[in-house]
């Protein structure tokens, strides 16, 4: 027995008495189709159970419910929370979330948007590898689905973003510092073109510079090895009283290092680190920290992607209110012991 066949393109534009182009139209939207030509096209469609490949953009309104996260790295503990509330958020929604990452490498980004787009995801979220990429920026302008910033704004676009303060919990790590009396605050990261590592290098340099400290920044931390040797290189010249880390991962670098190399932390150097993370609060000495609201991060970003869809094309004053573009959130203080504190606080 001969196995049935989906129906093709060209059977419906048969059945329908209208060319393929006019179909395609009907399956992207019904632009520019007259009304009794996009019933007969529908009808056609429905009665021969045509579904395109990708599936599913067959009628006006129709949604995939598929959403597309794109961020640097699963592994990341940031990013895997932000995907975690996203993914609540789009289960809520009855959608299904599609994650790829990208190392924050901008080919790699564009060719994800490029393949989600392709796969007719109703919209996308994206933590975008550089904040000024216009190439990006053009692509997801065209993409003709919605798209939200996550953690990093996309700059000189009209693309909503949620991200935390990141100057701000920079500038009061800092001064938390200075308040402990340090005078030699040393600042160690790394990826800084990185939108959210620069905010926090500035916060960093206007605190130091407004108490008359000197900026000691080091930006060359890719690993354990490059921090072990920058610390083995600021003890040998000048040693600082304190050092700020900018990333979760550069403070388990720095922490684990001056244990090795015999500095009593926070006796000899304080360390306060930006980002928290599962053990900071369990090593000993536990680990002064700026936390994000990284789940809020997330789950604000696909609460509004989905209220932009819900939304799409009623450009008034009602879809202002109804979709914030820009949300910067706060950041929290979590005072452990590192830092010099003895008793762990929130601030």
Known sequence: MRKSKSPTLIEVAKRAGVGTTTVSRVINGGNLVDPATLARVRNAIKVLGYMPNPAARSLKGYHTKTIGLI??????????????????????????????TTQNDPRLELESVKVLVSHRVDGLIIAPANSENTELRATLESAGVPAVALDRPLLHSSIPYVLADNFAGANLATQHLIGHGYRRIACMTGEDTLYTIRERISGYKQAVESAGLPVILNTTI??????????????????????????NSTTIYAFEALNRINVSVPQDIALLGYDDFELADTVRPSITVVRQPIVEIGRMAAEILFRELMTRGKMDREFEAAVPRQVQLGTTLVRRNSCGCVAPLFH
């Open 222 to 247: 890719r690993d354990y090895g490059s921090a072990e040797a920058t610390l083995k290189y600021m003890l040998d010249r000048d040693k600082p009283d304190a050092i700020f880390t900018l990333k």
């Open 71 to 100: 961020i640097p790295s699963i592994a990341d503990p940031f990013f895997s929370s932000c995907a975690e509330a996203a993914q609540e958020i789009a289960r809520a929604h009855e959608s299904l979330l599609f994650v790829t």
